[in-house]
C-alpha cells in the first residue's frame, strides 16, 4: 500500500461512488427500444404491462402496479385507500417515507430503531401507536427486512395499515417469502441506486386487485378513462423506455442478490476481527438484497469516527456515505412536527456509527481487497488520519466561509497562496469574515492578527484558525 492520501496529500489512485447501476447489454436494450420506436407508443403501454407481469410472477403476489418512481407509490396508496390521521414511521429513514404521510395531510409519529438491525423497533412502535395511530409505513433499511414475525400479528390485533416502503429491498425475503408479499402493499424503487434500475421509477405489490385497479387510474390524473375523474391523482405513468430497461433488470435481479452476497462476504472476512468495526445486522430470516452494505465504525476501539473514515477515504476517492443523516427528527424544516417525540436513541446510535461503503454488482473482487486494506490503514495510523481529517474539515470550512462572505466559490487549492485581498476581501468583508470564523469555530480572531502582515493569504488563514480551534473545542 502506498502511503495513505489524506497523509500525503497525494490525489486519489481511483474514484469509486458508493453505488452505481449495473445495466443490461445495451444491444439487448437497443433492439427492443426500436420496437418502442416503431409502435409510438412511449408511455404506459406493452412494455409496463410485461413489467407488471414479471414483478408480480417474481414477488409472488397478485398485483404489481408500475410507477414513475417509489415516492410517488407512498404518496397515492394511502390517498386511494383514504387513509387519515396518524401515521407511524421510523426517524431512520430517507425523507421520502415522511413526504408520503405529509402529502395525504397525516400527522407523522416518528419511532426508534433498532441500533444492530437499524429496522423500526417493534417494541417502540407498539409504544407508539397507543396514540391511536392506524397506519404504519415500516422501511427495509438498505434491503433488510423488518421483523415481520414480531409486526404482522399487530396488523389483526390492532387492525392496522401496513404499507412498507420498500425501496431498497426488491429481492429481499424473509423465512423464504418475497419482500412484496407483506402488509396491505409493499412499495418498491427502481431509481439509479437501487439494486434493480429502471432510470427512474416504481412498483407497488399487492394482493388487493381492488386497491391495484385504482391505483392503476390514480397514476394516471384519476382519470377512469372518460375524463371525469374519481380522485385527485398524479400523473405517475412509468414510460415505456424505463419499464423496458427495467425489465431486463429484473431479469437478472436474482443473480445480481447472490453477486452482492459475494461481495459482502469478502467484504466482511476480511474485515473480521478488526477492532471497533463491525456490520448491520441482517436477520437471519432475511435475505437482504444489500442495496447498500453499511459497517458500523465504533471511534473508542477503531481510533477513527465514521465521519472521519468517510474522509480519509473521500481522500482516496472513493466515496462512501452516512446514510440516512440528518434523521428525520433533526430536519431543519420538519422539526415542529414532532415536538413531544423522542428521544431516538436507537437510531442515534446508528448515525454515530454507521457508514455505507461502495457495493454494486458489477465491482470486482480487487477493488473490495483495495478498500479493505485502505480502511485497515486507516486504523493502524488512526492517530494522524484523525489530525489530517480534523484539518481538512477546518479548511474546508475556512473555504466555505470566505466563500459566502465573497458571493462565489473559492478553490484553496487554486487560491490558497493568493492575498486574501486579491480574493476581493477589502476590509468591510473582512470584518465579517473573522466574525463568521469566530462563530463557526467558537475562536477568538484578533483583528490586527488576521488583517496584518502575519498571514496575508488564505493558506495562512486556514492555517491560523487550525492552531485556534485546536486549543478550544476540537
Ligand atoms: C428508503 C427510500 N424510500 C424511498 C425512496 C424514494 O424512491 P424514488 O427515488 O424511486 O422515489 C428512496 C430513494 O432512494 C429510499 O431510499
Given at each position: 500500500l502506498r502511503e495513505l492520501a489524506i497523509l500525503s496529500g497525494m490525489p486519489p489512485e481511483m474514484q469509486l461512488p458508493?453505488?452505481?447501476?449495473?445495466?443490461?447489454?445495451?444491444?439487448?436494450?437497443?433492439?427492443?427500444?426500436?420496437?418502442?420506436?416503431?409502435?409510438?407508443?412511449?408511455?404506459?403501454?406493452?412494455?409496463?404491462?410485461?413489467?407488471?407481469?414479471?414483478?408480480?410472477?417474481?414477488?409472488?403476489?397478485?398485483?404489481?402496479?408500475?410507477?414513475?418512481?417509489?415516492?410517488?407509490?407512498?404518496?397515492?396508496?394511502?390517498?386511494?385507500?383514504?387513509?387519515?390521521?396518524?401515521?407511524?414511521?421510523?426517524?431512520?429513514?430517507?425523507?421520502?417515507?415522511?413526504?408520503?404521510?405529509?402529502?395525504?395531510?397525516?400527522?407523522?409519529?416518528?419511532?426508534?430503531?433498532?441500533?444492530?438491525?437499524?429496522?423500526?423497533?417493534?417494541?417502540?412502535?407498539?409504544?407508539?401507536?397507543?396514540?391511536?395511530?392506524?397506519?404504519?409505513?415500516?422501511?427495509?433499511?438498505?434491503?433488510?427486512?423488518?421483523?415481520?414475525?414480531?409486526?404482522?400479528?399487530?396488523i389483526e390485533k390492532r387492525d392496522l395499515v401496513f404499507i412498507s416502503d420498500a425501496a431498497h429491498a426488491l429481492g429481499s425475503r424473509w423465512e423464504g417469502r418475497m419482500a412484496g408479499m407483506f402488509g396491505k402493499a409493499e412499495i418498491f424503487s427502481l431509481a439509479p441506486t437501487k439494486v434493480t434500475v429502471a432510470g427512474e421509477g416504481g412498483l407497488v405489490a399487492t394482493n388487493d386487485q381492488a386497491l391495484a385497479r385504482e391505483l392503476r387510474i390514480a397514476r394516471n390524473y384519476g382519470n377512469p378513462g372518460n375524463y371525469d375523474c374519481v380522485i385527485a391523482g398524479l400523473n405517475a405513468r412509468l414510460s415505456e423506455f424505463h419499464a423496458l430497461l427495467a425489465h431486463l433488470c429484473l431479469a437478472r435481479t436474482e443473480e445480481a442478490v447472490d453477486r452482492r452476497h459475494a461481495l459482502v462476504s469478502r467484504y466482511r472476512s476480511a474485515l473480521e476481527g478488526l477492532p471497533g468495526c463491525s456490520f448491520q445486522k441482517i436477520d437471519p430470516r432475511c435475505r437482504s438484497t444489500y442495496n447498500y452494505f453499511a459497517v458500523l465504525i465504533e471511534s473508542d476501539r477503531f481510533g477513527l469516527t465514521n465521519a472521519e473514515l468517510h474522509d480519509a477515504l473521500e481522500a482516496e476517492g472513493i466515496q462512501s456515505k452516512i446514510y440516512f443523516a440528518p434523521p428525520l427528527h433533526r430536519q431543519t424544516r420538519f422539526t415542529h412536527l414532532f415536538e413531544g417525540q423522542g428521544p431516538f436513541p436507537g437510531a442515534e446510535q446508528v448515525l454515530s456509527r454507521v457508514l455505507c461503503l461502495p457495493l454494486y454488482q458489477h465491482m470486482e473482487d480487487a477493488v473490495v481487497d483495495r478498500i479493505v486494506e485502505i480502511v485497515r490503514a486507516c486504523h493502524a495510523r488512526a492517530g494522524e488520519v484523525r489530525e489530517a481529517t480534523r484539518r481538512k474539515r477546518i479548511g474546508r470550512s475556512v473555504e466555505e466561509v470566505v466563500s459566502s462572505v465573497l458571493g462565489r466559490p473559492v478553490d484553496r487549492a487554486k487560491a490558497g497562496a493568493l492575498d486574501l485581498r486579491d480574493l476581493g476581501l477589502g476590509s468591510l468583508r473582512m470584518i465579517q469574515l473573522l466574525s463568521e470564523l469566530e462563530e463557526r469555530f467558537s475562536i477568538k480572531v484578533r483583528d490586527e492578527q488576521v488583517t496584518g502582515e502575519n498571514f496575508g493569504t488564505l493558506d495562512r488563514l486556514v492555517r491560523f484558525v487550525e492552531a485556534q480551534a485546536g486549543k478550544g473545542k476540537p
Open positions: 458508493v453505488s452505481q447501476p449495473t445495466l443490461p447489454p445495451f444491444e439487448e436494450y437497443a433492439v427492443l427500444m426500436k420496437e418502442i420506436f416503431a409502435s409510438r407508443m412511449l408511455t404506459n403501454d406493452r412494455w409496463v404491462r410485461e413489467l407488471e407481469a414479471q414483478a408480480a410472477a417474481y414477488i409472488g403476489c397478485r398485483e404489481v402496479v408500475a410507477l414513475a418512481n417509489a415516492t410517488s407509490g407512498l404518496v397515492l396508496v394511502p390517498k386511494v385507500l383514504g387513509l387519515t390521521g396518524e401515521a407511524c414511521l421510523p426517524t431512520f429513514t430517507f425523507p421520502a417515507t415522511l413526504h408520503a404521510i405529509l402529502w395525504n395531510g397525516m400527522k407523522p409519529r416518528l419511532v426508534d430503531s433498532d441500533p444492530e438491525t437499524f429496522n423500526i423497533d417493534p417494541s417502540a412502535l407498539e409504544a407508539a401507536l397507543t396514540s391511536g395511530a392506524k397506519t404504519v409505513l415500516p422501511v427495509y433499511i438498505f434491503g433488510n427486512s423488518p421483523d415481520w414475525a414480531r409486526l404482522t400479528p399487530l
